[in-house]
């Protein structure tokens, strides 16, 4: 479900190096810009619009992706399909500032973690213990454009916009073309699936989309859901009419019916816990640091 800098330089060379650029920006405007202009959403607008397993209409497509901020993220999207060198280290979380700060978050939402508990029986702890994970309780949400994630991988259906796709991707780290074409086709059809649920969740929360950002693969808010999850599991904790994931009471109760529903109960033990939380992320790794978590803020170690 999921979804963080080299200092500049003191250097004098960067802003020789940017004189030349602009020079040539002037002097080619064309050229530096045909990488980005040569994409667009046409095709899958029309998919969206004609897309008779739902109720979009072609003008409420047009009013979404007739933007300004609309755009292929060209960044964002070209690490699905480059190696990864370095995972995440999942250590940090269990330190002693971390915990700490597990803890003041329990203690400066109380009221909606009990409330939590008391409905879904799911413990304060272990939500808590996710959003550790997720976003560091809420400080880091992701800088991408939920929208334009989902709409740059959807659109990769196309091959011929998959051909020029590939040449945008960085060639140092980049997958093979056989595993790029299958990855991109896969995404593609996963993309378009949450970007469908994005478009009715935005539609029926009557939120801006482009206000919207999130990790690179779409996830949004403090419990990092996926749109299709939102529309199934997420809920309006603070019963103010509107179900938003960067509120912590919306968070705390999506995420506690979310494990209710994949199995969590009161005094659930640890094998079952671990089933229950992977079903959050597909990573052992991930599931033993969120239970360690919940330990330790259990235990006061």
């Known amino acids: 479900m999921r979804n963080p800098f080299i200092p500049l330089s003191t250097d004098s060379r960067p802003s020789i190096l940017c004189s030349y650029l ?15 202009s040569d994409f667009n959403f046409t095709l899958l607008e029309n998919h969206l619009a004609n897309d008779k397993s739902e109720k979009f209409t072609p003008e409420q497509i047009n009013r979404i992706f007739d933007h300004p901020a609309v755009s292929f993220d060209i960044n964002g999207v070209s690490g699905y399909f480059q190696h990864r060198e370095s995972t995440l280290n999942y250590d940090q979380f269990l330190s002693d500032e971390s915990i700490n700060n597990a803890r003041a978050y329990i203690r400066n939402n109380q009221a909606s973690l009990l409330k939590a508990e008391a409905d879904y029986g799911v413990d304060k702890e272990v939500i808590t213990a996710i959003m550790l994970v997720e976003t ?8 991408r454009s939920v929208l334009n994630i989902l709409a740059t991988m959807a659109a990769l259906e196309d091959k011929a916009t998959r051909d020029r796709f590939w040449d945008e991707i960085p060639a140092k780290n980049r997958i093979s073309r056989a595993d790029y074409e299958k990855k991109a086709v ?16 935005v539609e029926k929360e009557g939120i801006e989309p482009y206000d919207i950002i999130g990790s690179y693969a779409g996830a949004m808010g403090i419990a990092q859901f996926m749109p299709s999850n ?8 603070n ?12 968070a705390i109760a999506s995420i506690a019916n979310y494990l209710k529903h994949y199995g969590w109960k009161p005094g659930i033990t640890r094998e079952e816990a671990e089933k229950v939380v992977y079903h ?5 790794y991930y599931v033993n640091t969120v239970l360690n978590i919940t330990d330790k803020l259990k235990s006061g170690a």
Request: net charge neutral; with cysteine.
């Open 230 to 237: 939102i529309l199934l599991y997420a809920q309006d904790g």
């Open 136 to 143: 560091r309780l809420g400080t880091y949400v992701g800088n």
């Open 280 to 284: 959050y992320n597909h990573s052992s």
């Open 239 to 250: 019963k103010d009419g509107k179900v938003d994931l960067f509120q912590n009471e919306d």
């Open 186 to 201: 896969q995404k593609s059809q996963w993309a378009y699936g949450e970007l469908k649920a994005f478009i009715k969740y």
């Open 22 to 36: 602009i020079l040539f920006v002037m002097l080619f405007p064309l050229a530096a810009c045909a990488s980005q």
